[in-house]
Nanobody, 131 residues
Framework: QMQLVESGGGSVQTGGSMNLSCTASGYSSAPYCMAWFRQVPGKEREGVASVHSDGSPYYATSVEGRFTISKDSAKNTLLLEMNSLKPEDTAIYYC?????????????????????????WGQGTQVTVSA
């Protein structure tokens, strides 16, 4: 079965930068959609950014302009570049993906909805932004 493993989390000061990566393995067909979500203990999980099937990004308004998401298909890796970090960005960050399927003839859009097509989740990596 497909597995997702996140790496790159840690602690950084306000205004700093941090890069996260998510590597997929064990799949027979590449995912159509991959995304980053985050969750603070006691609060609902929220979408951060996603990559549509054509590689174009989609961002939550809270991170747009500060974060950059990209996918390296050759390495089966999803990346998240985080800049101008704020204490509000402190959370556990999760990588998510769907199961993919036959080659698409068009673009599959990938919204940031937890109850949508995302069926595979990583273990999460902690990101802490201090004041």
């Amino acid at each position: 079965q497909m597995q997702l493993v996140e790496s790159g989390g840690g602690s950084v000061q306000t205004g700093g930068s941090m890069n996260l990566s998510c590597t997929a393995s064990g799949y027979s067909s590449a995912p159509y959609c991959m995304a980053w979500f985050r969750q603070v203990p006691g609060k609902e999980r929220e979408g951060v950014a996603s990559v549509h099937s054509d590689g174009s990004p989609y961002y939550a308004t809270s991170v747009e302009g500060r974060f950059t998401i990209s996918k390296d298909s050759a390495k089966n890796t999803l990346l998240l570049e985080m800049n101008s970090l704020k204490p509000e960005d402190t959370a556990i960050y999760y990588c998510a993906a769907d199961h993919g399927g036959p080659a698409l003839r068009g673009v599959r859009l990938c919204p940031l909805t937890i109850g949508g097509s995302y069926r595979v989740w990583g273990q999460g990596t902690q990101v802490t932004v201090s004041a």
